[in-house]
């Protein structure tokens, strides 16, 4: 069987502060003052750096980032968003003391050695299923990233919306039906991620 291509489409730079950002390390303002600062430094600094020398970042955090990032650009995947956003999940988890680092790490694991199998499960979905956490542990961590569980009526796909806003309606991408939130929450797992800018949102 071919395998998938590694990741290598993913800039190692922009990847670093995307992750930064979603581990709720840094602001969108210093990403953005950082990245600028960046662009006009001579010889070019890596993004990392300029972060560390501000005080945005200890060393501490700038040394998990780069276990993450490494991690992303090294997986052989098809499901390269839906991978990365589990790693910084993983780690939002062990911070919350929700689970041990050794939990998420087996957990990962065993979401790559099926992923190979052609079945591929989130990592929520898993620690749930180890009975590692609890469905509603799970969707406490997606909250803290401003991710919403929803579901489709119709067709019952399930969808993490990144960016969830309130005020917004948002639409199933397959039956376009009106997503909802669910009554009860038994099982985190999901189908596919809804991000704002590419949600037919109204």
């Not at 041990?100 to 087996?106: A, D, I, L, P, R």
Request: overall charge positive; proline content about 4%.
């Amino acid at each position: 069987m071919q395998q998938p291509p590694r990741n290598k489409h993913r800039n190692p730079e922009t990847l670093f502060g995307r992750i930064a950002l979603e581990l709720g390390f840094i602001t969108a303002k210093q990403l953005l003052e950082c990245v600028r600062q960046q662009g006009l430094s001579k010889p070019r600094k890596k993004i990392g750096e300029i972060m560390l020398e501000k005080g945005y970042l200890t060393q501490q955090q700038v040394e998990e980032i780069l276990k993450i990032q490494k991690q992303n650009l090294e997986t052989r995947t098809r499901h390269p968003e839906a991978r990365l956003q589990d790693s910084i999940i993983g780690r939002l988890i062990v911070q919350l003391g929700y689970a041990s680092e050794e939990q998420v790490n087996e957990a990962l694991r065993i979401q790559a050695l099926r992923e190979e199998r052609g079945i591929f499960c989130r990592l929520g979905e898993i620690m749930v299923e180890k009975g590692w956490m609890t469905a509603q542990q799970v969707i406490d961590v997606l909250k803290r990233q401003n991710k919403q569980l929803m579901v489709c009526p119709f067709c019952k796909r399930r969808y993490n919306v990144v960016n969830y806003d309130l005020r917004l309606t948002y639409y199933c991408k397959y039956c376009k039906q009106e997503l909802q939130l669910p009554r009860e929450v038994e099982s985190p797992g999901v189908d596919t991620t809804l991000f704002i800018e590419e949600e037919n949102s109204k």
